[in-house]
């Protein structure tokens, strides 16, 4: 008989008294604004108040499962990258009792995905808010904003994950707007733009950028030149050792 079926486990079941939650911070561009997707509560506790798409985390699951499996049921969102980014566990964080949470992020293309709120009752509403104009959030979820907000702002200086938010054919201000509502997006208003001859030199002499030879159609002002992100050249010099630092 195996003997490990009777193994008593009193020693450490005093340990076993906290619930788990996903928070999901989903960060979208809009035409030069960055936004966050948040819900209304239709639950208690802060029934009513604006909050993280989140909520517990089964028996059965993962956390990387609850996580898909949370945003999607609050707000439609499917196939969404979600990438942790820490867990906050203050003792009071929740009035039921012990709860830790993880928090996850992802930045997202906002005409790419529908929203669609839960009919369970849980999610009252879903909308993107712009960064800059968050009211009071349930729980400690501005907290978990920052520290997904942070790591967002480190990515995209090492990373070029900002050209999937542009459309296929962009304008080298396009780029730099990308950049500055995520960079500067919580900058005073009269430092919240890049330097653009510096900004412009930056980027080009990365090589990334193929020059399409066309320029905007149907604008009011001069048409500026159309490039687009060479992500085949972008993984050779990776691989290579090729560092992207903006």
Known sequence: MDNNHNIQFDHINQFFYAAFT???VIFGFDGGDLKILLIKRGE?????KWALPGYFVRKTETLDSAAKRVL???TG???VYLQQVRSLGKIDRHPAGRVITVGYFSLIKIEDYKIQPSATGMAKQAEWWSLKEIAELAFDHDEV???AFEMLKRRV???P???ELLPPKFTLTELQQLYEAILLSDAPPESNKLDKRNFRKKILSMNLLVDLNEVQEGVAHRPAKLYRFD???YHALQQAGFSYGL
């Open 44 to 48: 208690e506790p802060f029934s009513g």
């Open 72 to 74: 999607e049921e609050l």
């Open 161 to 163: 994950i900002g050209f």
């Open 231 to 233: 992500k085949e050249k």
């Open 157 to 159: 200086r090492t990373q």
């Open 145 to 147: 904003i920052d520290f």
């Open 22 to 24: 996903v928070d999901n």
């Open 77 to 79: 969102l499917k196939n």
